[in-house]
């Protein structure tokens, strides 16, 4: 009863913000994003008929408090499927930074569903172990099937589950990411979301944005599907800072690379934009004939950089990879 799955991290390009369901992790809204690679991270768990404690670690660190709470209702979710109440020890490694704007959640909960569903003996899809992960986080749904993929909204598991997007823009993609380290808080953003005054605003565009974002993958249009994921991380970012706390996760050098991506647009021609989540890091979208320009830039501005593609589904892995 033990597994071992790995994950990779998404970024999303038409974001859901806002939660209708916290216990359940429902969005109010569709959402797509792309799974990045080689960033990923490494989960291996072990159901322990015996009983005992459940016990989490995440880059050998003991997992507690609200985060701990976040990996028991996926846990709870799996042994209530699966039918019994074994123990449960659990370890995750991430191989990018974590809590800075790359999705480490995404591919945590994804990776964790996929060694849970599978040490448990459950036989499912990655559509069906996408609502077991959409239980830790909404985004983890996306990284279990990979990819270009979209997570449906839904009142139940029936509709509200991730489904891989196939387009051929997955090969040429090419990202930047550019560190920008601030700690972040997305889990209250998401929780505030609906009071700010752009919520309504936002909920009235994003439907759009989602049938303009599903027919450029599926034309393999970069320029129209990059541009409209730039646009998105304006008007997520809007809404993040009108709610109540008003949250701003930007730094300066988050503006500098969008400065330097945009130089990069209108003055060399080169189609490249800028896309970030609820941090301060930025994703800088690109193609493989320019990524080595892109990142010469982005890297001038006094940032770090990684280049990353097109990530897969989660996948279980071999027991010679496992953790314990």
Request: charged fraction near 25%; glycine fraction near 8%; hydrophobic fraction near 40%.
């Amino acid at each position: 009863m033990k597994a071992t799955a790995k994950a990779h991290p998404i970024q999303g390009l038409i974001k859901y913000h806002g939660m209708r369901d916290e216990e359940r992790r429902l969005p109010y809204h569709d959402s797509i994003s792309v799974c990045t690679a080689p960033s990923h991270t490494k989960t291996t768990v072990e159901f322990l008929p015996g009983g005992g404690e459940d016990v989490y670690r995440i880059g050998g660190d003991r997992v507690e408090g609200r985060g701990a709470e976040r990996i028991d209702a996926v846990v709870e979710h799996v042994r209530e499927l699966a039918g019994f109440d074994h123990a449960v020890r659990l370890e995750s490694e991430n191989s990018f930074p974590s809590n800075i704007g790359f999705g480490s959640s995404s591919s945590g909960f994804a990776a964790a569903a996929m060694a849970l569903a599978e040490a448990a003996g459950l036989d499912q899809t990655r559509p069906e172990v996408s609502t077991i992960a959409r239980r830790g986080s909404s985004s983890a749904a996306r990284a279990v099937t990979g990819a270009f993929s979209q997570l449906y909204s839904g009142m139940n598991d029936e509709d509200c589950r991730s489904e891989r997007i196939e387009t051929d823009l997955e090969d040429d993609l090419r990202i930047v990411a550019a560190h920008v380290p601030a700690y972040k808080e997305t889990e209250e953003a998401h929780r505030e979301a609906a009071e700010s005054h752009m919520f309504q605003a936002r909920m009235a565009h994003v439907h759009h944005q989602i049938d303009a974002m599903r027919d450029a993958l599926y034309e393999a249009d970069f320029d129209r599907a990059f541009e409209l994921a730039e646009h998105d991380s304006l008007s997520l970012t809007a809404t993040t800072m009108t709610g109540p706390a008003g949250w701003v996760y930007w730094q300066p050098d988050t503006i500098a690379v969008f400065n330097a991506v945009r130089e990069l647009r209108e003055e060399r021609d080169i189609p490249v934009y800028f896309s970030t989540d609820t941090g301060a890091s930025v994703y800088v979208n690109t193609t493989a004939a320019h990524v080595d320009a892109v990142q010469a830039a982005v890297g001038d501005v006094g940032v770090d950089t990684d280049v990353w593609e097109v990530g897969g589904p989660a996948a279980i892995l071999p027991e010679s990879d496992a953790l314990f």
